[in-house]
């Protein structure tokens, strides 16, 4: 393998891997990082870049203990996503500062879109052997993780003792006695709020779901012994590509967004709503071999919006296949000039860039 050398002035990191098939790729990775505007009106210029352009995240990384805590960053590691992923790392926030019961949070890109009530604190109270929920405990800012909607339980109690699409969560219980001044989520779907103990409602957030959660790990594939005999180590036939999307529910889109998508937030910031565009980011990645040459642009497949640190980052991604000769040169990329045409961007592995609107989010 030949070099490859980022002339654009964002991040940059590149990966040596295998596609499904077992060939040779290199997966080249850009992190594109802008300074969110003021909260409290609609921007309507366009967003600053960061002075530290980071490059992006290789590995998975965690707010804490991997075991029992929740992604923080997607590793981009895999050689394609058949969408863009959504991800809002962030807190609920009461207006001006001043402490509320519940907040409202709602996040909108393009045609994606997720909400979440939050409220404070609260327990289950047993009065006279019923079961009632405390009032919420006014908070000024709740941080919108997994670990604080609903979810949570043990695999060992069965269908209605677990939650599979949040293992990490809180508000499963396996019965009245061991919800007994426990703790109630703090997010929740604002169309299927906890109304009893056995209320099972769908985890609402907005950070990335693991690869071992619900429904990131039905696309997984079957490795059984065929699989052993046959394919091992490579991904297994029955492998679906939707396993590489990480969003929350509602926060993938299919087809890739392109830039220049509206976004609207609320909740998030004590100085009221953002709202601003995408920035368009267009990036071509250019391969020379020894017989030919090869130019795709690079396709946004991730939005990171971090609110409380005033950022947003853009992942771009594309693919290089270095074949079996080892005719590979050198890779280079760059921004276009605003007169150059964007090169024709490679085409998602499968058959899910077809125009299927938001979906929601798979197993990496």
Partial sequence: MGPIENLSPYGFAFLPNVDRDGEEIV??????????????????GPLAPCEDQAPPHFDDVYWGDPTTTSLRYEGQSAYTRPGTDIYLNGSAHAPGGRAVAEVAVELAVGSCRARARVFGDRVWVNTAGALRVSPPVPFVRMPLVWERAFGGGSVDAGEHGYEPRNPIGVGVYASARAASDAPLPNIEHPAALISELW?????VGFGPIGR????????AGTYDESWVRNRAPLWPDDFDERFFLAAAPGLSAIPHLRGGEPVIMSGVD?????????P????????VFKRRVE??????????LEPDEGSLTLILRATVALGRGGDHNYTVVRALEDWE????????????????????GAYT
């Fill in 341 to 360: 045409a964007m090169p024709e961007i490679a085409p998602v592995h499968g058959a899910l860039d077809q125009g299927q609107g938001a979906r929601g």
């Fill in 270 to 278: 004590p100085g009221g709503g953002l709202g601003f565009r995408l």
């Fill in 212 to 219: 071992h959660w619900r429904p990131r790990v039905a696309f």
């Fill in 295 to 304: 130019r795709v642009g690079m396709r946004l497949d991730a939005v990171i």
């Fill in 27 to 44: 997966v080249v990775a850009a992190a594109a990082h802008f300074a969110l505007p003021p909260a409290g009106r609609r921007h309507l």
């Fill in 199 to 203: 209320s099972r409602p769908p985890p």
């Fill in 280 to 287: 368009t980011v267009r990036l071509s990645c250019k391969s």
